[in-house]
């Protein structure tokens, strides 16, 4: 989980970077996007299976970061747009 998670975190931080540097960046943008958003969604499914039935519950907040990380799937750019973006880069770029 920890290794997903500083994936996802240095994706971003390409992405951000090349950015700045004023190149083209919605290949990396839509890399870090669809990897970190699905990132969000494993870990956190993975930590409510870690706590078993109190993942499951409202006491704890590992239910809640299930859902919210869900959302990033979905608003601004979903998922399976992200990859029609970097499946179009790509087959550009040939
Ligand atoms: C809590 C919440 C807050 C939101 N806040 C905002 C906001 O502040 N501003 C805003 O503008 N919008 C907001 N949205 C809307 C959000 O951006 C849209 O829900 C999102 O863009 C998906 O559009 P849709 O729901 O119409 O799904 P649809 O476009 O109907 O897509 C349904 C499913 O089909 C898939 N799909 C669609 N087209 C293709 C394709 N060509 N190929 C493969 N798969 C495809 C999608 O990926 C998705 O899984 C919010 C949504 C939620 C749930």
């Keep these: 989980m920890a290794t997903q998670i500083e994936c996802a975190r240095l994706l971003t931080q390409q992405a951000a970077a090349t950015k700045d540097a004023g190149k083209p960046v919605t290949q ?3 890399m870090a996007k669809l990897y970190a958003s699905e990132t969000a969604v494993r870990v956190a499914e993975e930590s ?3 706590h078993g039935g109190y993942g499951y519950t409202k006491d704890y907040p590992a239910e809640k970061y299930w859902r919210d990380s869900k959302l990033c799937t979905i608003g601004e ?3 399976e747009i992200q ?3 970097i499946a179009k ?3 550009k770029s040939l």
């Design 83 to 85: 990859r029609i973006v």
């Design 89 to 91: 880069n790509l087959l």
């Design 28 to 30: 990396k943008s839509a």
């Design 77 to 79: 750019g979903t998922s």
């Design 48 to 50: 409510i299976q870690i």
